[in-house]
């Protein structure tokens, strides 16, 4: 399995961006992993306040990035002082997302981690637009923080549709958190469900298809599990029917996880996570971090 070892921490500078940073520099300690700061000066609202206001200094720019740079030479010292790792401190101008993808192809980092809210960059990240575009033009996994760290991973969802994507998800969270408890979760509707109902179909045989299709996810869990190098009882399986977001995020709580663990695409359930409205209900409702895996 590939291992991480290689952050990248992008950061606006706020609090939860910092909450980003102290979760990266505490796994860079445990992983002996390497640790780089990147603060990206967007270069956008610049010229919209040069065109309105024609005084602005020609240095502001410079300036800018100075006073990012010092704050994230600060937060460095803060980091070592207190997880024992060194970070490099990076500042960079230009489009956020063009950027934030040059510098970590650049570098090869193997995850970069973001608060899931903040007042520039990662704010414009998830609520926007831009995620969209982060998530369809990220070259590398994305690790999104919204909580304080507390200690290591300690148990992670892990949902799955068995497309391509599913393999390398189950591989990044083991990669991630290779001593958590790994629960994998597979949501499913019977195909033509409503329907059947209507053409008066037996409930029974409904009841049928829906105990086929997890007795058929149970067994597809097993088989990713061993394809992923894993032992059959290495991960808890659950299998529900109904809505992907709903069981998401209340099986999150009731399982008491603290990482969701996503593949980048999928068919159904993880595609539409990651590029409709189930992306911001699981991002706004979830109380853990959330790792989409590419």
């Known amino acids: 399995m590939s291992r991480i070892k290689r952050l990248l921490i992008a950061t606006d500078l706020s609090t939860p961006a910092r909450h980003a940073a102290e979760r990266a520099a505490l796994f860079a300690g445990d992983v ?3 640790l780089d700061l990147l603060h990206v000066v967007a270069t956008a609202p610049l010229d919209k306040l040069r065109r309105l206001v024609r005084e602005i200094p020609a240095e502001a720019e410079q300036r800018l990035v100075d006073a990012a740079r010092e704050e994230l030479r600060q937060l460095a010292e803060s980091l070592s002082s207190r997880y024992g790792v060194t970070a490099g401190v990076h500042v960079v101008s230009g489009a956020v997302v063009r950027r934030l993808n040059e510098e970590a192809d650049a570098r090869e ?6 608060g899931a809210r903040g007042a520039g960059l990662v704010q414009t990240l998830l609520l926007g637009s831009t995620a969209e575009k982060m998530v369809s033009r ?4 994305l690790l999104v923080v919204k909580q304080p760290p507390r200690g290591s991973y300690r148990r992670l969802l892990v949902p799955v549709d068995f497309s391509p994507a599913s393999l390398p998800a189950l591989r990044r969270a083991h990669a991630v958190a290779p001593e958590a ?9 019977v195909p033509f469900e409503g329907k059947l109902r209507l053409a008066g179909v037996p409930e029974e045989t409904v009841d049928f298809y829906r105990a086929a299709a997890k007795e058929e996810a149970m067994q597809k869990m097993g088989e990713l599990l061993a394809a992923a190098g894993l032992e059959p009882q290495s991960a ?5 029917h109904g809505d ?6 209340e099986q999150e709580r009731e399982q008491d996880c603290d990482l969701i663990v996503m593949g980048r695409r999928g068919e159904g359930m993880l595609e539409e996570f990651l590029l409709g409205s189930v992306t911001k209900r699981v ?12």
Request: proline share 4%; glycine share 4%; charged share 20%.
């Open 32 to 34: 002996a992993g390497t």
């Open 109 to 114: 980092a193997d995850l970069i981690v973001l």
């Open 138 to 141: 990220a070259t590398r996994p």
């Open 181 to 189: 408890e790994l629960i994998l979760l597979h949501a499913f509707d």
């Open 236 to 240: 808890r399986r659950l299998v529900l």
């Open 244 to 249: 992907p977001w709903r069981n998401i995020v």
């Open 283 to 294: 991002l706004t409702d979830c109380h853990g971090d959330v790792l989409v895996s590419v």
